[in-house]
């Protein structure tokens, strides 16, 4: 099997955002979680089976708590922020496997979700849908790639190598010292692509750098890799076969109707004919799928929502 595992919050903002060249500034309601909806259903209708989202329920994450600048939720146009979450709710209703993260950041659902999938012998691969660099990291040869939908290429290991100048193990290394402005942390001054590449290179990870090549700005090094190491140890789900789509649920025919997208649920319902017909069987009838809540999950969920939290990570 192959398992897909969609970045929702990027796919959130780039219909968003993509929908505007087009309405002139006037924001349709949930024009961008129907984008969302839409793409999620063109990848289950050319074959997709086993499928997840990740979603930021809020933007903030336990990292705000260790770097001052971190990215906030400040500056989101509120016509996109009210999208959040009724894009998780329709992606359950939906059928689809969504995780709502809290303290963790949807890209630690995304590692943590891809190291559970490749660790089950039944999968073939895991594709991870977002251009975001820090998922670089999660490369595993080429049976766990990077979907770079936007550069429309399909980074496996060779290709991480290839665009950052090192493999996917040093990627937080890589990070820590270019900097990453749209996570708010700036790196190490004077050491650019080409600089960090090298170093890393010649002297492996920045705990094992000589004395020397950082100076006083290590610890700052130290504390940016732990900015960009994603977290793997969320417990999404206990079987792969939970992100197996089975078609969507009966919620998904009321929340169409009522926010006047039939054509989103006569799509889905033949996907759904599709699977049965021609595609994988679909042994039982389609699971409701919801937001988790807490008494559903283990102790790392959020006692609001049911997403996934981090307990604070050890200091590098």
């Known amino acids: 099997m192959i398992v897909h ?68 939720g400040a500056g989101i146009e ?20 969504v995780w709502p993260m809290i303290d963790l950041e949807a890209d630690d659902a995304l590692a943590s979700a891809a190291r559970l999938a490749a660790d089950d012998l039944r999968v073939e691969k895991v594709c991870i849908w977002t251009p975001d660099k820090d998922l670089a990291q999660c490369v595993r040869g080429d049976r766990v790639v990077q979907m770079d939908r936007r550069a429309k290429k399909i980074r496996d290991e060779a290709g991480v190598r290839e665009k950052f100048g090192v493999g996917p193990e040093l990627i937080p290394d890589f990070l820590a010292l270019v900097g990453d402005a749209a996570d708010g942390y700036p790196g190490i001054g004077g050491i650019g692509a080409v600089g960090a590449a090298r170093l890393l290179n010649r002297h492996g990870a920045i705990e094992t750098f000589p004395p020397g090549v ?15 190491t994603l977290r793997t140890d969320a417990r999404l789900f206990l079987d792969v076969e939970e992100l197996r789509w089975r078609g969507p649920g009966p919620e998904f025919e009321t929340w169409t109707r009522e926010r006047g997208e039939p054509r989103l ?52």
């Open 5 to 72: 595992l969609i970045d929702g919050t990027y796919e959130l903002f780039r219909h968003f955002y993509g929908l505007r060249r087009f309405t002139k500034g006037e924001d349709r309601p949930l024009g961008a979680v129907a984008g969302v909806l839409n793409t999620v259903l063109e990848m289950l209708e050319k074959g997709a089976t086993h499928v997840g989202v990740a979603t930021d329920h809020v933007i903030e994450s336990f990292r705000n708590r260790l770097w001052r600048g971190y990215k906030t």
């Open 78 to 97: 509120p016509a996109l922020r009210r999208q959040f979450e009724p894009l998780e709710e329709a992606l359950a209703a939906m059928g689809v496997a």
């Open 265 to 316: 649920l006569a799509r889905a319902e033949r996907a759904r004919t599709r699977l049965r017909e021609g595609g994988p069987s679909a042994e039982t009838a389609p699971k409701k799928r919801r937001v988790r809540t807490p008494t559903e999950t283990p102790d790392r969920f959020s006692r609001s929502t049911g997403s996934a939290r981090a307990d604070d990570p050890p200091e590098s």
């Open 214 to 228: 950082l100076g006083g700005k290590r610890e700052e090094a130290l504390l940016f890799k732990n900015l960009a």
